[in-house]
């Protein structure tokens, strides 16, 4: 596989786009532009459900942080951000990993409405799976590791995390909760990213590296995808996360559904020798658990 020369330009604009942009689009994956707008339609079908009806999927810490959250609920940087969501997990049992995932046992909380909404999401979440697992081949490829670098310790029993986001019209939020930020500046936990995003609705920002917000414009059929945290400690910095957030200046409700491709879960991340070697030798980030990073970032970032 790689010594064939279509797969070696892909893994050569995958290389660039991450050490330069640490975004990208993604096309020719194989999942059906319909049923990508199918997920983004049942989404916001879900938040148009009145509140009362949203709220039997409430997340809580009981839930293991997983179900509805309202808008203001979500914090980043300590500022509320405005949006609504469901978040879902990779379901864990009592004990699987100790006290270490103890905060996030449990199951996911799908609605009673619409009727095909768990079904449908499972089967997409499965499709997203998979697609990730092979952009990280490429991933690994085109920092020159194997093709299964990223298997076995490292995320061969890779966990997931999905975030289905509504973004209200402004003028929708009491005047004493508003603010102008969607989702404030971040980056993400894990390896990778994969947007659906609204086709008509220019929101999410990436902040280039002249320190500019720019647009990830949505192309219809193709998934936005960013490299996170953990990528850029196993690369030893080789590959930088990009800061991106959300604006959502449109007179309209705008619909994200974002798929988290993280390492395992307690896996423990370090720089790997080969990048090491390309960086001056020395490891520039600690080890991080995974499973460590997620929980504390779970922890601080809800208001219940």
């Known amino acids: 596989m790689a010594g064939d020369e279509g797969v070696l330009g892909v893994v050569r604009m995958l290389d660039a ?25 049942v989404t916001r079908k879900f938040f148009q459900l009145p509140h009362q009806e949203k709220l039997k ?11 509805y959250q309202r808008v203001g609920e979500n914090v980043t940087k300590g500022k509320p951000d405005m949006h609504e969501a469901i978040d879902c ?31 449908l999401l499972e089967n997409y979440i499965s499709l997203l799976r998979d697609l990730s697992r092979k952009i990280m081949r490429g991933i690994a490829l085109a920092l020159g590791a194997p093709l299964d670098a990223f298997e076995g310790g490292v ?21 004493e909760e508003r603010t102008d930020i969607g989702c404030g500046a971040h980056t993400d936990y894990g390896l990778l990213t994969l947007v659906n995003q609204d086709d008509d609705i220019c929101a999410l920002e990436v902040r280039n590296q002249s320190g500019e917000w720019i647009y990830a414009k949505p192309v219809p059929g193709t998934f936005v995808c960013n490299i996170g945290d953990m990528l850029k ?16 200046n449109s007179p309209r409700y705008r619909v994200s559904v974002a798929f988290f491709y993280e390492s395992n879960f307690d896996a423990a ?6 990048c090491r ?21 779970v922890l601080t970032n809800f208001v219940m």
Not at 34 to 40: A, C, K, Y
Not at 57 to 67: A, C, E
Request: net charge negative; aromatic share 12%; glycine share 10%.
């Open 233 to 248: 400690v196993w690369s030893n910095g080789i590959y930088q996360p990009t800061l991106h957030r959300v604006v959502n």
């Open 277 to 297: 070697e390309k960086t001056g030798g020395v490891a520039k980030y600690e080890k991080v658990v995974y499973g460590e990073h997620l929980v504390q970032k």
């Open 155 to 175: 995320a061969g029993d890779a966990f997931w995390v999905l975030r289905l986001i509504g973004y209200p019209v402004s003028d929708d939020i009491p005047q």
């Open 57 to 67: 999927i409430k997340m809580t810490p009981q839930s293991g942080y997983r179900g």
């Open 89 to 119: 997990y990779t379901p864990i049992e009592p004990g699987r990993y100790g006290d270490l995932a103890k905060p996030m046992e449990g199951s996911n909380l799908w609605p009673d409405y619409p009727s095909n909404f768990d079904a």
């Open 269 to 274: 991340v370090e720089p790997v020798e080969f």
């Open 17 to 41: 786009a991450c050490r330069e942009a640490g975004f990208f689009y993604v096309k020719g994956h194989g999942i059906s532009e319909s049923l990508m707008t199918e997920v983004r339609d």
